[in-house]
């Protein structure tokens, strides 16, 4: 049972216990300075490499349930098994090989800098001692703290303990919603506000009885009961608890999907959390951490034999770092308390790979390179310079590694396999050449030190900046560089830039569609290769010449399970009606559903209008019958945008979006000529009424 007998007295006897003991009022930690949050975080850059473990009751049936062998931590949801059936496992428990010390050490050994570790997943059971409830593992035959162990172990091995605390509860009767499938499991009088007392006490003992720990990770945050406000607040509320903690962007609503990074719109979270993929590039100035599978599952499935290879991880290791961020590399433990052998195995050979080159990820900050053919580079700055650490994928047939577009003339070069033996050094135009010995080098990742004075000069092309790609009358364009001491010079057709070139000094404004082609040059000579951007004058779209409108558009409801946006045109719609805006108030259902919203936008003067929807699942926005915003597909919260040129006047406009599951949201905003970036307003929204005459 949940000890939710004194629920309403213990917010009573902190607020008397916090004014008996005139403690300082809590802090609002949401206003936190660049450099306090620098300090916070200087661990966490520099740890790059991390564990991750999911263990639980789950880890009992080993991913299979009645014949089906799919499953893994999801399994009382994905088998639909009974609240009381799945308590059984609780019963049986017993990981009599589990050793907190033995995990550490493999943690360590691997070179990972951090422990994260399931305290609570979406089940609800507790793998901690919580006087909160006695679904925990105290009520268990094994009846010791798993955490407490674990986090004496890390502190004694130097390794940063941290919890992963799932906000979704498919057990406390508090929680809502419930599982759609659990019929025979009723709301009764489920509390949200009482719920949130329960996830505090329970994190203010997971921050308070087992000593620093370094992050919460959340998790299970898209569901529709879990608002921004509770994210807020459960931010404060953790970072009152130990204000050094660094917590990651589920705590709040704003992580955009699996790719994981926070939306623009104030959200909180320390840090962005793509799950099982890398972001495309490197993201100056956000911190973000991929968090991914060693095979396919994250609790343990005794039947998933589809692992990755450990050169496939280190790679995944090297390209991370190399556009800045953290790895979290999971283990799901067997339910006797020992890592699946495979698991252990690739820990083993990552970690021999990191002890010699381990330099190269701790610390460091992205590659200077866009783009390297044979691999990735990674940064570090030094007392006199900067390092740069090549980390070399494909080794040269000729043994002779060509680095394009590097204008730094390197103190020295050396492998870390063998810092002692300096490598000769050449150059061929703008690409540096380093010759690699012909002895037998690692043919996963090599990598290669480049000892530089003062900062990475790279042959990166010019940026070209421009409010937007389209344009009705003129359009300013910015040219950026990082490097130092380069001229850029541009033209205007296309054609490659030359030392002849018009310069482009801060910015240039162009009257007629452009394609804009930009290079830096240094004394005359080309120092990068060119970049061309593509800027059209369009005529604004002609207002539609409707009459007799009424405030509000009409909206069409449709209930079906679908994987994308469906072809409306062929469905029947359940019902309809008008709505003030883009609103779901009128579903009938929490998921699988569908609305069409239809009417017209009223533009108040001509020129370019970014309009964006911002959706769980998918959704598209049309303008004058074009498509504009394409944000389909099954997603958590994801924004996308599109961009069209406007007369004065009204324009038809029709938003579709479906929700599959889960948590469910749209919003449609829009930015133009003195409007900013916001939700379209109800004021510009009509639907064409014949009655009204
Ligand atoms: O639903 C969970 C899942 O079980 C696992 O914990 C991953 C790990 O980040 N997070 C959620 C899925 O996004």
């Given amino acids: 049972m949940y000890r939710t007998l004194l629920p309403g007295i213990i917010p009573l006897l902190a607020a008397l216990l916090l004014l008996t003991t005139c403690d300082p009022p809590p802090k609002d930690f949401t206003a936190e300075s660049p450099a306090e949050k620098d300090r916070r975080m200087e661990w966490w850059r520099e740890a790059r490499f991390g564990m991750f473990i999911h263990w639980g009751l789950y880890a009992i049936p080993a991913g299979e349930w009645k014949g089906e062998t799919h499953h893994a931590e999801w399994i009382r949801t994905t088998a639909q098994i009974p609240l009381e059936e799945y308590d059984l496992f609780r019963d049986q428990f017993n990981p009599v090989r589990f050793r907190a010390d033995e995990w550490v050490k493999m943690a360590k050994n691997a070179g990972m800098k951090y422990m994260v570790i399931t305290s609570k997943h979406h089940d609800g059971f507790c793998l901690f001692d919580s006087k909160h409830t006695d679904f925990d593992v105290m009520s268990t035959p094994f009846e ?22 799932s906000i979704m509860d498919w057990r406390h009767p508090d929680y809502l919603p419930r599982r759609d499938w659990e019929t025979d499991r009723p709301e009764g009088d489920a509390d949200m506000d009482r719920f949130m007392v329960y996830l505090k006490n329970q994190l203010a003992e997971l921050v308070g009885n087992y000593g620093e720990i370094g992050v919460l990770w959340f998790d299970g945050e898209w569901e529709g009961a879990w608002k921004h406000e509770h994210g807020r607040d459960l931010y404060n509320f953790v970072r009152n608890l130990q204000p050094s903690i660094i917590i990651n962007n589920r705590v709040d609503k ?32 956000v911190d973000w951490e991929s968090c991914m599978t060693m095979n396919d599952h994250w609790g343990y499935n005794q039947y998933d034999n589809n692992w990755k290879s450990t050169s496939d991880l280190i790679r995944k290791l090297a390209d991370i770092a190399s556009k800045g961020g953290n790895f979290l590399l999971n283990v799901g433990p067997k339910p006797d ?20 080159n381990g330099e190269a990820i701790y610390g460091t900050s992205a590659s200077p390179f866009r783009h390297l053919s044979w691999g990735r580079c990674t940064q570090k700055q030094t007392a006199k310079g900067t390092r740069l650490y090549l980390h070399v994928f494909e080794l040269p047939e000729n043994r002779l590694l060509r680095i394009s577009g590097l204008y730094n003339d390197p103190e020295k070069a050396f492998l870390l396999l063998q810092p002692d033996n300096a490598l000769a050094i050449s150059r061929d135009e703008d690409a540096l050449l380093v010759q690699l010995p012909a002895s037998p080098l690692d043919t996963v990742n090599t990598v290669v030190v480049l000892e530089i004075n003062g900062k990475p000069d790279v042959s990166n092309p010019p940026q070209i900046r421009a409010a937007q790609r389209i344009f009705t009358d003129t359009l300013q364009i910015r040219f950026l560089s990082e490097r130092e001491n380069v001229e ?8 490659l830039p030359t030392a002849a070139s018009q310069p482009a000094g801060d910015f240039i404004v162009i009257e007629n569609s452009s394609a804009v082609s930009a290079r830096c040059f240094r004394n005359g000579t080309a120092v990068s290769d060119s970049v061309t951007a593509r800027f059209v004058k369009v005529v604004p779209l002609m207002p539609s010449p409707v009459a007799n409108t009424a405030k509000g558009i009409r909206y069409s409801y449709y209930e079906g399970d679908w994987d994308s946006l469906p072809d409306f045109t062929i ?11 883009f609103s779901l108030k009128y579903k009938q259902k929490e998921d699988h559903y569908a609305f069409c919203f239809e009417g017209y936008i009223h533009i108040a003067s001509d020129g370019v209008y970014t309009f964006y929807t911002d959706s769980d699942d998918g959704s598209m926005l049309y303008i004058d019958d074009t498509p504009v915003v394409f944000n389909d597909g099954l997603h958590g919260m994801q924004e996308a945008k599109g961009e069209t040129a406007l007369a004065k006047g009204m324009h038809a406009i029709r938003v579709t979006f479906f929700e599959k599951g889960g948590s469910d949201e749209l919003k449609v905003l829009m930015k133009g000529p003195g409007l900013k970036k916001s939700p379209v307003p109800d004021n510009v929204l009509f639907h064409s009424n014949p009655e009204n005459k």
């Fill in 337 to 356: 308390g020992s890592f699946p052998e495979e698991s252990v195995e690739r820990l083993n050979e990552i970690g021999a790979w990191m002890k010699i």
């Fill in 254 to 285: 704003g992580r955009s999907g699996m790719a994981g990074l926070t939306r623009e719109g104030g959200y909180m979270g320390d840090f962005g959390t793509p799950e099982q993929e890398i972001p495309e590039t490197g993201l100056p100035g």
């Fill in 144 to 165: 010791r703290d798993i955490l407490k162990e674990l986090s004496d172990a890390c502190r004694e091995e130097g390794i940063k303990m941290c919890w992963y605390h």
């Fill in 571 to 581: 469905l029947r719609h359940t019902a309809e009606g008008t709505v003030e805006n």
């Fill in 488 to 495: 850029i010079r541009y033209t205007l057709n296309g054609t």
